[in-house]
């Protein structure tokens, strides 16, 4: 079974030794293909208290199966419940564990009734892993309360079982949730992904929902052998790509994580450092082995027939019958790094769903306005990130690394950290250097991929055809926080007249 997040995570940071074990044995599920259960899931409509939790949420042949776990013992006494601890520790329950799991279940249903998703049969559960039965009293069925004697992963699929064979049918003339919109909204409800906050430059970590498109493609990436996601810079999918790198890991499958740029393997890295997954550039796959997934990042960088031929020698079934995901930027970012061939890519989609990221999570309202503005580019809605305007700065003569390490002072004179600035020169191909005030200087074929709190951007590119445009584009969207953009007066009429070409021709 799916879980979210992935055990590896679960066994990290649970406190609880009943719901550690839980989670080992659903992991080893694998009775419905389509199950996958989220933990410790926060629930904002809790009928007792503004926010609680559910241990575990559960979505097993169509059916939302809320799970209570209580590690240790559970008593009744005075008409009271208790849960009693290793250590003997009697501790006082709002109610049954029963009533928990089902209070919760109803929040969940009306949370996700608040979302349209329409009627779905739910149902409540409570798991005791630590004692041979559950206590006496009415008010539950005992299929819907596991003990000691079903902790194995062959009896909680049954079990699963027998809960959603009696569920609720829906009442008549009751709009009935569709599965593929249950499930997406599930992980979008549940998963966590870092969104930045760009006006403290902090990257709110599991403190955020998905966006609806990072959920969707979740979904879908859970389901379906072989993905495309496309999305404009900033749109979250290499964040997407690591989520879904640590599922596919967590089933005990094989992994490879490739990229043509060498510098993102500094961002995969420390993502996905302490799990089983194959971290290498596309130029050392010819000594990578075969695995069972293969994800690609900045894939519009590969699109070559030579480049899919090697991608396809990596997989184990192959392109064709294998597993894969790639995420691309097609539009604005193919021109960069390596070729772009239309046939191949329409070879590719041939092959796989194609699905969509759509909302910025990277870039500020002005730094998206900038870039559709000016370079025509769909960055997607800019409907997270808040922050200052972009500033421009322009130049008697050309535009120097010695003026733009003069803004990048600027910057630290009002509190930015240096080392958060990058000072990113669109004419260049050259790997990152450090300048003589200590800055980092890039160029657009090396920072694509990554991100920056501050960018400067140095000049322009030589020429604004398609590779100066898609060059620029990468420097502009690098930055998290704020972009300065230092032009010459020469490069500032050359972008004025960019802008009317595109105000002409549309």
Known sequence: MILVPTLADIEKRSPSAGERAFARLLRDVDADPNAVAFHSVDLRSHAYKQQAEADFVILWRGTVIVAEVKGGGVRKHDGSWYSVDRRGDWHKLAGSPMEQSRSAAFALRDILREQGVGWFPHEAIVITPDIDSPPDAVGWLPTHWLARGDMTSADIARALDKVVADARTPPAGSKVARQDDLRAQLFGEFTRMPVVDAQRGAVLEEQNRATAGQARVLASLARNPRVLVYGGAGTGKSLVLVEAAKL????????????????????????????????????????????????????????????????????????????????????????????YDDDVAQLIADEALSVDLILNVRNTRAIVHVVQEYLGADVGDPGIVHGEKVSWHTTDGLSTISDAEALAAQLVMDGARRDDIWIIVPSSIDPPATSPGGFTVTSPRWAKGLEAEHVVVCGLPQSLDDAGIAALYVAVTRARVSVRILLSTDDRRRLQQLVRQRMMSA
């Open 248 to 339: 596919e890991a967590d089933q005990g499958r094989s992994v490879l994580v490739t990229f043509r740029s060498p510098s993102l393997k500094q961002y995969f890295t420390p993502h996905l450092a302490g799990r089983s997954i194959e971290i290498r550039p596309f130029a050392d796959l010819d000594a990578a082995g075969k695995f069972d997934v293969v994800l690609v990042d900045e894939a519009q960088d590969m699109m070559t027939a030579e480049a899919m031929d090697r991608i396809d020698a990596v997989i184990v079934g192959g392109r064709s019958g294998g597993r894969w995901r790639m995420c691309l930027d097609p539009n604005n970012q193919a021109h960069v790094d390596g070729d």
